[in-house]
Nanobody, 125 residues
């Protein structure tokens, strides 16, 4: 059974940058037979969840709200995915969840995917 653990959340000023990490266990991101996608879903208080980014060995998806500002990457040596967030806005404030099993073509995510516990990102002056 796979597990994912997020880290890197914190307080950052508007316009600043922050990088989140998601370490995977129980599955290798460079598996030749099974291409699980890994990505990030965020939820702000009082708002619905939003798929932010999702990456497989074949494709990468970004939400329109973060295109040009966020970059998802996969480090096979560390079996870890990263989300580099630049030009952060107040609207980016949310709890960010790492998700193993999202769609790297559509950005869809599912309750039966493997979810982390979340890491809080606060963008404020």
């Amino acid at each position: 059974q796979a597990q994912v653990v997020e880290s890197g959340g914190g307080l950052v000023q508007p316009g600043g940058s922050l990088t989140l990490s998601c370490t995977v266990s129980g599955y290798s991101l460079d598996d030749d037979a099974v291409d699980y996608a890994i990505g990030w879903v965020r939820q702000a208080p009082g708002k619905e969840r939003e798929g932010v980014a999702c990456s497989s060995q074949r494709a990468t998806y970004y939400a329109d709200s973060v295109k040009g500002r966020f970059t998802i990457s996969r480090d096979n040596a560390e079996n870890t995915a990263h989300l580099q967030m630049n030009s952060l806005l107040h609207e980016d404030t949310a709890t960010y969840y790492c998700v193993l099993g999202c769609s790297s073509f559509t950005g869809n995510y599912y309750e039966y995917d493997y979810w982390g516990k979340g890491t809080l990102v606060t963008v404020s002056a």
